[in-house]
């Protein structure tokens, strides 16, 4: 075979497709081959001197990793909410925040006032962020603009982000993020909306592959949610859902009885969602910088989840309020600093299994033949000081399906 790039003279970590999640799967001095934007060959050692290619690239030793993929964010988005970290820190909660008009109501108000253009180049910004960070795919959720027009635009701009920074976006509708004030005394009148009109018009215009709930006390109920649930799967669209965060609403249980992709923040699960999850595959996804950043004190059940077999991912949760944070390997510090994971875990969290949180784990998410070669190289010795060491690495080369 005739190749587009070959790597060669690099160590390789989270190869392969099955994860044993105490391990890395390293090659030590391995070269990978790309042809159409796919990996092709990995060949240990200097096994590579045989092929031919256009471009030889020769990372003397470097670490080539997969791209990480950050499976959780709400990144689109207009204004600041700068002023809710300080009066969190004087004690009030999220939730009088939220029930004051502020929280995710008052990003509502500046992101409906924002042009899709000027949406756009603020979004812009925090995505670069996490590419420099070494993210290779996005997850970007809409749910600021609650009504057609504006939710439509936040997933327009999020697709723009994709093409402009040559990285992949999945695309989340999240219209029941939070009620929007038109529809303040007439709930059930939102959810048909969300149901009978936005959804249909997602499906046919594929402006979202997957829709995500807040199931949530400040949210949406679990029978409101189920609504939601049957109409996406009606259309063909995956389901996920922001669960369990505050307290325990229902949501998890919910997505694994549709069996859903993921169930996401997962603080309040108790043993049967634990289970119910680990029996229909469902993905439970760690957002350590929303925990950090209300200053909460209920922790995931680490230990029930991993012994009973749950995939664990990892992500940001990028948003103005309860995480803003631009920083994927941060967050997955965090992970391990406070929630107990080990850094393998973590790794895989951000990889392998952030891509199984968005359904696409058979083509995305580990170094091996077949996958879509969105690779990194780390001027590194070992991959754990990408955890451990913060703020401190940046990768040399970036290859998104092996285009630099
Ligand atoms: O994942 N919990 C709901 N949604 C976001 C927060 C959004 C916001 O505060 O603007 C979250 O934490
Ligand atoms: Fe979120």
Avoid at 21 to 29: T, V
Avoid at 49 to 54: F, I, V
Avoid at 80 to 97: H, L, V
Avoid at 298 to 322: E, W
Wanted: net charge negative; aromatic share 6%.
């Amino acid at each position: 075979m005739f190749f587009d790039l070959i790597i060669k003279n690099a160590n390789l970590a989270l190869t392969g497709n099955t994860v044993n999640s105490a391990e890395l799967n390293c090659l030590y001095g391995a070269s990978v081959g790309i042809k159409d934007g796919i990996i092709e060959a990995i060949w240990e050692a200097d096994k590579a001197q045989e092929a031919s290619s256009s471009k030889v690239i020769d990372a003397s030793g470097q670490w080539l990793l997969p791209g990480f993929l950050d499976c959780h964010t709400h990144l689109v988005f207009a204004g600041n909410r700068a002023d809710e970290f300080a009066r969190r820190a004087r004690g009030e909660s999220y939730q009088q925040i939220a029930a004051s008009g502020g929280g995710i109501l008052s990003t509502v108000r500046a992101t409906r006032e924002a042009s899709e253009d000027e949406l756009f180049e603020v979004s812009l910004v925090r995505a670069k962020a996490l590419v420099s960070g070494g993210v290779t795919h996005l997850e970007i959720k809409s749910g600021y603009g609650l009504d057609w027009d504006n939710e439509a635009k936040m997933l327009r701009v999020a697709q723009r982000i994709g093409t402009a920074l040559n990285i992949e976006v999945s695309c989340t509708y999240l219209g029941a993020h939070a009620l929007p004030p038109e529809y303040s005394t007439n709930r059930a009148a939102y959810v048909d909306i969300i149901c009978n009109n936005h959804l249909p018009k997602l499906a046919q215009l594929k402006l979202a592959s997957a829709v995500d709930m807040f199931c949530e006390g400040i949210g949406f109920n679990a029978s409101e949610c189920e609504r939601i649930i049957c109409a996406a799967q009606a259309l063909g669209l995956k389901i996920k859902a922001h669960a369990e965060q505050l307290s325990r609403s229902g949501g998890a249980a919910l997505i694994a009885q549709y069996q859903g992709l993921s169930a996401d923040h997962i603080e309040y699960l108790s043993l049967p969602d634990i289970k119910a999850m680990a029996k229909n595959n469902v993905v439970g996804v760690l957002l350590p910088g929303a925990f950090y950043t209300l200053n909460d004190t209920q922790k995931p059940p680490i230990d029930a989840l991993r012994n009973a077999g749950v995939t664990l991912a990892v992500s940001t949760d990028l948003n103005p309020g309860s995480s803003p944070i631009g920083s994927l390997l941060l967050v997955a510090n965090m992970a391990v600093n406070q929630f107990q994971l080990t850094i393998e875990e973590a790794l895989w969290g951000i990889t392998l299994h952030a891509a199984k949180a968005l359904g696409i784990e058979d083509s995305r998410g580990s170094i091996a033949v077949g996958k879509r070669a969105d690779v990194c190289l780390w001027p590194i010795e070992t991959p754990e000081q990408l955890i451990v060491e913060i703020g401190l690495h940046a990768p040399t080369k970036i290859w998104s399906a092996g285009r630099e």
